[in-house]
């Protein structure tokens, strides 16, 4: 008796287990795919020259480098950026929604040949620093760039916002 009960225990988990092989694989929504890595701090120096590793997505190599630079930018003013020991990281406007009440110099600002383009430019050691994938027709690069963070803080406050 025992032996029938175990057998048929063992039937019916059988059947259970081969049910659930049986249906399809889920399709994963392409938003899921996508991740955004955050711009962190590799190094820093006293005459306010800030390393950062950013990351970018574009149609190509250059526009993806191209967006890794104004999303490191965009990062440090908005933001602030974590990661480096004995720096701060705070944010250079600390004005809440900046981004959008001054909306229309920060459009000329990270446009394409915009003034972002001053302030920031790809650390020298480029071959190494490069993390290159592709997925959906994209081409997303990990960047390390050199920021003059001096330099930037001083043409915000020129330029009349409110910074730190």
């Known amino acids: ?79 602030g950026i974590k990661g480096a020991k004995g720096y701060s990281g705070k944010a250079l406007i600390t004005e809440v929604n900046a981004r959008e009440r001054y909306a229309e110099y920060f459009d ?16 020298s050691s480029t071959d190494k620093s490069r993390i290159e994938s592709k997925s959906n027709g994209r081409t997303n690069y990990g960047v390390t760039l050199d920021i003059d963070r001096s330099a930037l803080l001083a043409q915000l406050r020129a330029d009349g916002l409110t910074a730190q």
């Open 1 to 79: 008796m025992k032996i029938k009960n175990i057998a048929a225990v063992a039937a019916i988990a059988a059947a259970m287990l081969s049910a659930g092989a049986c249906r399809s694989n889920q399709k994963v929504a392409d938003s899921y795919s996508n991740y955004h890595f955050a711009t962190t701090i590799v190094n820093t120096s006293p005459s306010g020259m800030l390393t950062v590793k950013a990351w970018g997505s574009g149609p190509n190599r250059a526009a993806a480098i191209e967006e890794a630079k104004r999303q490191a930018l965009s990062d440090l003013i908005f933001n």
């Open 108 to 123: 000329r600002f990270f446009a394409r040949g915009g003034e972002y383009s001053k302030f920031v430019k790809e650390a």
